[in-house]
């Protein structure tokens, strides 16, 4: 069985004419939710008749998304989402990997089948058959740090109790208008964002990319995002750290209805909280992992603490181990395609504190501290939080492992950050640093993407391949400090 289904059959029982689900083609209430759900279902069952063989996904955010999603849970079929930034040797890579018998994409021609007024093409894919974990309902690309993710085979069971969790946390009120700004083909959003709204009974409403300001993803138009949440009346959202600061910079645009901006996928320095709330964003950190099922911790209005991920919640077992990494116990993801299957808990080689009323802290990764030439140990992630609270920039990444001072790739928030500009808002970075991690030398650098493979689609930093893309380019801007 599954919550989110059933608690969408109760939602067309108790209030079938609610609006469920909206995008640009129109609205739906939870009964007519359900009908469609049960029609794309049938036809899927008839389309993709090997059912052993996952169906991978590759749809923009869409009302389309959300059923094709809910229909493959409901015939206990694998899917694997593609966000639809993934490039096609990505897409590739993850349908071969997964061995998925289909694609869902938008019809170029004639449509194989219609949803809500999409048009599908489902094409057959000539894949090699590939062992997939019992009990798989999703294989999630979304996450990890290295060059080639690995697929995250998940349950229902574990995405549905973290939603639920996430309900518990945060209470059904909190539902509202939810409008999402990341990808349905990121876990975070799909996990957190469409199915909590769903059993919580609130409306998810997808607005067109372009309206978003994210016709282009990689430099998005913060003004128009920041317009649509208010005229969408968006009472919740997730962003990742880089859009939360976009955001930030437009606090002339008031956005009356926000009640909750969850933001999640890199660490976060305490100062950017505060200073998002004071530009009018009601945001609240949180931690989690794809092999976590997405969340593992995340703050809320009634257990708050700024600078740290918030209380673990209910689902989730956090301890932390004598060398300072964080282990998440409890019912965990199932195991990676083609490696044997996982028991225990995850070792998510964070480093992360617990303080005594519960809070986690991250600190940075384990298997990312710099060890200068010194013998000082620096956790990146800390002095990078530390430039990203300067807003003449919108990405960075700290070097320096065996050198005698740290230096930085340093991506400008606007055309308008020059040398100088970003020189002296690295001196004002360092200041805040103690003289062993402050940023000797640095380099301005186009944006890193996950199209490009220098970033997840959670942004999170892939430090290898950034290390080899930029290793003839030594940061070379001089500072003062």
């Not at 969790?165 to 996990?191: C, D, K, Q």
Request: net charge negative; glycine share 10%.
């Amino acid at each position: 069985m599954s919550r989110v289904l059933d608690a969408i059959a109760k939602h067309a029982a108790d209030k079938p004419d609610a609006v469920a689900l909206s995008d640009d083609t129109g609205t739906w209430s939870f009964a007519e939710l359900g009908i469609a759900v049960a029609e794309a279902a049938r036809s899927l069952t008839d389309l993709c008749e090997d059912g052993r063989r996952p169906v991978a996904v590759k749809l923009p955010n869409s009302a389309a998304w959300v059923i094709i999603d809910l229909a493959l849970l409901s015939i206990g079929r694998v899917s694997v989402p593609l966000a639809d930034f993934y490039s096609d040797d990505q897409v590739a890579a993850a349908m071969a990997d997964s061995g998925a018998g289909w694609i869902i994409e938008p019809a170029d021609d004639l449509p194989v089948l219609r949803v809500l007024g999409h048009a599908l093409s489902v094409r057959k894919l000539n894949t090699d058959d590939v062992s997939i974990h019992a009990g798989t309902a999703k294989i999630s690309y979304t996450s990890g740090s290295t060059s080639a993710p690995k697929g995250v085979c998940l349950s229902v069971a574990l995405q549905e109790q973290v939603a639920a969790s996430i309900v518990e946390r945060f209470g059904a009120g909190y539902a509202g208008i939810h409008v999402p700004v990341l990808s349905l083909g990121v876990l975070l959003e799909n996990v957190a964002g469409l199915y909590p709204v769903l059993l919580a009974g609130g409306h998810y409403k997808i607005v067109e990319t372009g309206s978003l300001g994210l016709s282009n993803p990689f430099r998005p138009d913060f003004a128009a995002m920041r317009s649509a949440l208010a005229a969408n009346n968006a009472s919740s959202t997730i962003l990742v750290p880089e859009l939360l600061r976009g955001l930030m910079s437009r606090p002339d645009i008031p956005v009356p209805d926000l009640r909750l901006v969850a933001v999640g996928g890199s660490k976060m320095a305490p100062g950017l909280v505060v200073a998002a709330r004071a530009s009018g964003l009601p945001v609240y950190e949180g931690y989690g992992l794809t092999e976590c099922g997405s969340v593992v911790a995340v703050n809320a209005p009634a257990g708050d603490r700024p600078g740290t991920c918030g209380v673990p919640l209910s689902h989730a077992n956090v301890s932390i181990a004598a060398d300072g990494e964080v282990i998440v116990g409890g019912q965990m993801f199932l195991g990676y395609v083609g490696q044997p299957a996982h028991e225990g808990a995850v070792h998510t080689g964070d480093l992360g504190e617990v303080d005594a009323d519960g809070f986690l802290s991250i600190v940075g990764r384990k298997k990312n501290v710099i060890i200068t030439s010194f013998g000082r140990n620096v956790s990146p992630e800390w002095v990078e939080s530390e430039l990203l609270l300067q807003r003449e920039f919108a990405q960075a990444i700290v070097l320096g492992d065996g050198e005698a001072r740290l230096s930085a790739l340093l991506v400008p928030s606007s055309v308008d950050v020059n040398g100088p500009a970003a020189s002296a808002a690295v001196d004002r970075a360092n200041e805040r640093l103690p003289a062993y991690a402050r940023i000797g030398s640095f380099r301005l650098v186009p944006p890193l993407t996950p199209a490009s493979g220098l970033v997840t689609a959670n942004g999170r930093p892939r430090r290898d391949a950034i290390a080899q893309a930029f290793r003839s380019l030594i940061p070379e801007g001089e500072t003062a400090s």
